[in-house]
């Protein structure tokens, strides 16, 4: 049975496949690079040469992470002219100021200090030296910052009026874009991911050293700072992304029903915890469910006994706004990611707080059961990040602008599925080598031996040993 592929559905997978991709390495980089930060501000400030040690141990796993996720960042921005030249030329005098800025300030501040970072051990005054990590780090935000106001922008559009002249989208206000709602809460729920991301992968690398009795002593210090500074930021990220549905049931309401797979306006609405079937319009009840009362109304109105619209309600409301037509996500993928989200992260949370009781107790590097599980425990990160993407760009669908233009007309006229399908494969290949480059760079570095301390100048500086 053979079958047909669109060209919209090629573009999807193509650009979904890179984007996942890509932020796989965002997070690390942001959260990394703030960890760094902290590592080589302790040395700074005590003198403490394992800290140094450690700066440059987790260093190489920042500069390893940006490397190769740099690449997959630029791949993204062309597909925007070539797969969705249609959306661009619709979006673009929105789009492309963000966008711009992002790219000529932030990355450049990033990339520029990184290099000065990487090349001025032992050519930088200490305290210069030190400014242009954090720098490192500023540029990293600042970077998401921009990329989440465009998205958030798509989410809900502000700040524009539409051309009667040309039928596109004009900026009219950068602050309204900067200070959309949906904006601020997505990106104080990415800066939070990132910080869970980098202090997991922290915990991961530093609980396999100490299983193996290596460096125990060292490595004892950064597994206290990334439990110091995961336990906050799973506990915030939990609840800035719940105030997170609570803006998208006023913007985005079907993306909120789809997400608990409810098809009918509810009061009080429950919140499903697991259930079998009930994802499809011909079948929409499920044979199976386990449901919180009251959880979904207090999840997105912060009332107990909130009206929560569904689905079909939402949907004829759009048919009669918008036109004919079947406005739903795939219900099944909404209801599931947040779902994935919810309880992994949750589960960090627990295990943050276990490794903290195992710090207090001076059990940590003798907790076997512990450190396992925070080794294999670096995974679960990255999956709640991708469940939140695909939760956050599913959702939307079917519209790749809410409320004005739809996926299916964002798509480039005069680019041919086969077209598409050759660079979809070209990006497959590729993107896989560069994960196994990747992977086998980090574990490879991860598990080197930590550097002796490297030897001073008459500045108390360290000589550029350079063994990144």
């Known amino acids: 049975m053979v079958v047909a592929v669109s060209q919209l559905d090629l573009a999807r997978l193509q650009f979904a496949a890179t984007s996942i991709y890509h932020f796989l390495f965002v997070p690390v980089t942001i959260g990394l690079a703030f960890l760094v930060a902290i590592l080589q501000t302790v040395w700074h400030r005590r003198g403490d040469d394992e800290y140094l040690r450690l700066t440059r141990f987790f260093g190489t796993l920042l500069l390893i992470n940006v490397a190769v996720g740099v690449v997959t960042g630029l791949v993204q921005e062309f597909q925007f002219g070539m797969a969705w030249s249609s959306y661009s030329r619709f979006v673009g005098d929105v789009f492309g100021a963000p966008l711009a800025i992002e790219g000529l300030a932030a990355f450049f501040l990033e990339s520029t200090f990184l290099g000065l970072w990487l090349f001025g051990w032992g050519r930088l005054p200490k305290a210069v030296h030190l400014a242009t990590i954090?720098?490192?780090a500023l540029g990293t935000v600042l970077s998401a910052a921009f990329?989440?106001?465009a998205n958030s922008w798509m989410q809900r559009p502000v700040g524009y009026r539409i051309n009667p002249a040309t039928g596109r989208a004009q900026l009219t206000s950068i602050w309204a874009v900067l200070t959309n709602s949906m904006f601020l809460w997505a990106y104080g729920h990415v800066l939070l991911a990132a910080l869970v991301t980098g202090a997991g992968l922290m915990?991961?690398?530093?609980?396999?050293?100490?299983?193996?009795?290596?460096?125990?002593?060292?490595?004892?210090?950064?597994?206290?700072?990334?439990?110091?500074?995961?336990?906050?930021?799973?506990?915030l990220a939990m609840l800035v992304g719940s105030e997170l549905g609570v803006v998208g049931e006023k913007y985005q309401p079907m993306k909120i029903a789809a997400g608990e797979a409810l098809w009918n306006t509810a009061r009080p609405a429950s919140f499903t915890l697991f259930q079998i079937g009930g994802f499809t319009a011909g079948d929409p009840t499920p044979t199976f469910a386990i449901k919180a009362p009251h959880g979904l109304?207090?999840?997105?109105?912060?009332?107990?006994?909130?009206?929560?619209?569904?689905?079909?309600?939402?949907?004829?409301?759009?048919?009669?706004?918008?036109?004919?037509?079947?406005?739903?996500?795939?219900?099944?993928?909404?209801?599931?990611?947040?779902?994935?989200?919810?309880?992994?992260?949750?589960?960090?949370?627990?295990?943050?707080?276990?490794?903290?009781?195992?710090?207090?107790?001076?059990?940590?590097?003798?907790?076997?059961?512990?450190?396992?599980?925070a080794v294999w425990a670096v995974v679960i990160p990255f999956i709640m990040n991708t469940a939140g993407w695909a939760l956050t760009e599913n959702g939307r669908q079917p519209w790749i602008v809410q409320g004005l233009q739809l996926t299916r007309n964002g798509v480039s006229p005069s680019v041919s599925a086969t077209t598409i399908a050759i660079s979809l494969v070209v990006f497959v290949l590729?993107?896989?080598?560069?994960?196994?480059?990747?992977?086998?760079l980090m574990i490879r570095f991860a598990r080197r031996p930590i550097a002796p301390t490297p030897p001073l100048d008459e500045h108390d500086v360290p000589v550029p040993a350079m063994t990144y």
């Open 203 to 235: 915990l991961a690398v530093s609980a396999w050293h100490l299983l193996r009795r290596s460096d125990p002593h060292v490595f004892r210090k950064t597994t206290r700072v990334a439990l110091i500074v995961l336990v906050p930021a799973a506990l």
């Open 297 to 373: 109304s207090f999840l997105a109105t912060n009332s107990w006994n909130g009206k929560v619209q569904g689905m079909n309600q939402i949907n004829a409301q759009y048919q009669q706004k918008y036109g004919p037509g079947d406005y739903r996500p795939n219900v099944f993928v909404a209801f599931w990611s947040i779902r994935v989200m919810a309880y992994l992260a949750g589960l960090v949370f627990l295990l943050a707080l276990w490794g903290v009781w195992l710090l207090r107790r001076q059990k940590i590097e003798t907790s076997t059961w512990f450190l396992r599980l």
């Open 134 to 136: 954090w720098l490192v």
């Open 147 to 149: 990329i989440m106001a």
């Open 430 to 440: 590729l993107y896989g080598a560069m994960a196994v480059i990747d992977a086998v």
